[in-house]
């Protein structure tokens, strides 16, 4: 990923808690034949439990090919909040459209989980992520007629982590006033994404 010094977030325990709290995902690896990406959640794992820098986790249709055919390091990007940004915000002339966002680049060695009571693990650790925040959890019946039938139907795959970049990309190559102009321009719009954003570009100012 293309990250100029300005944009870069080096910071590792933020990194990894914004995949924590971003946790979909659009994983990419070359195959036979060619590039193949798929849209899935993927949990991290942090080092204390799984590799020296972390290790994500996750599963897949066992239809989707990509699975049967990985060659080389894979890549999973997770996106944060973005938000076009207008040059009449500025307030000066001779500036520019541009986009803001922020994304976290993990690349790593991919490696398949068929075996049933790892494959299980993988399920319950992802059931525990999404529903225990929930003012009314989904139990997960393992011992259901269904999960059997469930687990054929599905492979899980666990990345060893090799690498992470992220990208901060929120006005910082701007003064300070047009950042604040910016930040009241988002705060005028509708839309928790436009607020979320002016946030984020507060923050830069702290």
């Known amino acids: 990923m293309y990250v100029p010094a300005s944009f870069a977030e080096t910071d590792t325990t933020r990194l990894r808690e914004f995949l924590r709290s971003h946790s979909f995902a659009i994983l990419t ?24 820098h972390g290790t994500l986790i996750g ?16 890549l999973a990007v997770f996106s944060g909040p973005h938000r076009y940004i207008s040059p009449t915000w500025y307030e000066d002339p ?17 490696q398949v989980v ?16 999404f529903e225990d925040p929930r003012p009314t959890p989904w139990v997960f019946d393992e011992s259901a007629d269904h999960v059997g039938r469930l687990l054929k139907t ?9 690498r992470i970049e992220g990208k901060w990309k929120l006005n910082q190559n701007h003064s300070e006033e047009r950042r604040r102009r910016v930040i009241r321009a988002l705060r005028a719009e509708a839309g928790q ?14």
């Open 114 to 129: 068929e075996d049933p009571a790892a494959l299980l693990e993988i399920l319950r650790t992802s059931v525990h992520e």
């Open 59 to 74: 599963h897949m249709a066992r239809a989707n090919p990509q699975w049967r055919d990985v060659r080389g390091d894979v």
């Open 193 to 206: 994404e436009a607020h979320e954003m002016a946030a984020l570009i507060e923050e830069t100012l702290e």
């Open 94 to 110: 001779g500036t520019v459209p541009t986009w803001n966002y922020i994304a976290v680049h993990v690349y790593g060695a991919f």
């Open 154 to 162: 599905i492979v899980g795959f666990r990345i060893a982590i090799k």
């Open 29 to 52: 690896s070359q195959g036979r034949d060619g590039l193949i990406s798929s849209h899935l959640p993927l949990l991290f794992v942090p080092p204390a439990e799984a590799g020296e």
